[in-house]
Nanobody, 129 residues
Framework: QVQLVESGGGLVQAGGSLRLSCAAS????????MGWFRQAPGKEREFVAA????????YYADPVKGRFTISRDNAKNTVYLQMNSLKPEDTAVYYC??????????????????????WGQGTLVTVSS
């Protein structure tokens, strides 16, 4: 069982920056892909970004390309989401997710929620206008 703990959310003005962290733990932790998803009030959860744990290859949703950067620290079992030029529409609960079974790799769909088997509790990001 993998435990994921997010941190770094908060309130920021439009145009500002935040960095989210997600620390993974577990006796047999192994990740194929780690991703970030978000859920805005009244909306469905959506893909934000993902990173292949071994290659470091990254994937981004169109609304965040050029503004958000996902990265990882393999030694610390931690994935980060650097968010710059934040907009009010980025307001959401951000969730970290981990694929320990390789589904995202087999399907080549790092944006597919069902490819992930472990989820964090979420961290709230609020962007004021």
């Amino acid at each position: 069982q993998v435990q994921l703990v997010e941190s770094g959310g908060g309130l920021v003005q439009a145009g500002g920056s935040l960095r989210l962290s997600c620390a993974a733990s577990g006796r047999t932790f192994r990740s194929y892909t780690m991703g970030w998803f978000r859920q805005a009030p009244g909306k469905e959860r959506e893909f934000v970004a993902a990173i292949n744990w071994s290659s470091g290859f990254t994937y981004y949703a169109d609304p965040v390309k050029g503004r958000f950067t996902i990265s990882r620290d393999n030694a610390k079992n931690t994935v980060y989401l650097q968010m710059n030029s934040l907009k009010p529409e980025d307001t959401a609960v951000y969730y970290c997710a981990c694929d320990t079974a390789g589904r995202t790799v087999i399907t080549n769909r790092p944006d597919f929620q069902r490819g992930y088997d472990s989820w964090g509790q979420g961290t709230l990001v609020t962007v004021s206008s």
